[in-house]
């Protein structure tokens, strides 16, 4: 094996590593969103003024760092070459980046990071979908059963799965994942513009 199939070998390795993990974080993120009054049921046993802050702040900025991370991992995957390396559940995968990037946004700049907030579970809503669409991508289509499994075990539903919905699959995967990106890259895009465009306009309120 040469220099050239390893480092390509190694670059399938690391994309895939990275999607499965944020397929994680996003669960992640969500229990830290759903355990809120837990948070506050342990914030009753600090004393110090100063504790209490931290805590308010790493129990609400962790649930945040783990979204940007699946949805930044989830613009990188977003790409007609990445897609064709490694198995991608299309549209799944992509669709669900667009509910958490929203979800998002909603946490940063519209105060949805804020219990009291009418943002708060309309937020929760959107993060709660994008990990129900993730999971049913990951289980179902992503570790799909094996081709060895399949010859023993003949399915006409696991095997239309497999050669249609997953990104790398040739051509009928190929050929979802082109479309799955003309037009969730332009969500995302419209999204991120949504989002800059409210953190300036805070911004300026700010600094009136």
Request: glycine share 4%.
């Amino acid at each position: 094996m040469d220099a050239t199939a390893i480092a390509k070998g190694l670059e399938v390795w690391t994309l895939q590593t990275l999607l499965n993990v944020s397929i994680m974080l996003g669960f992640l993120s969500m229990g830290l969103i759903l355990a809120q009054p837990y948070y506050d049921a342990l914030k009753k046993h600090l004393t110090l003024r100063v504790s209490i802050e931290l805590w308010n702040v790493f129990t609400v900025l962790l649930a945040d760092i783990f979204l940007v991370l699946v949805v930044l991992i989830g613009f990188l995957i977003l790409n007609p070459d990445i897609m064709a390396d490694i198995k991608v559940a299309v549209p799944f995968v992509p669709a669900a980046t667009v509910l958490f990037a929203i979800g998002l946004v909603l946490r940063l700049f519209y105060d949805g990071h804020r219990q009291k907030s009418p943002r708060f579970k309309t937020a929760l809503w959107f993060i709660f979908a994008a990990n129900l669409i993730h999971i049913i991508g990951f289980s179902f289509i992503m570790e799909a059963p094996s081709g060895e499994y399949l010859s023993i075990h003949p399915s006409p539903f696991w095997t239309f799965i497999k050669s249609h919905l997953r990104s790398n699959a040739s051509p009928h995967g190929l050929e979802v994942a082109q479309w799955t990106f003309y037009f969730i890259f332009p969500l995302l895009l419209s999204i991120f513009i949504w989002g800059f465009a409210r953190a300036l306009k805070t911004l300026t309120k700010q600094n009136d």
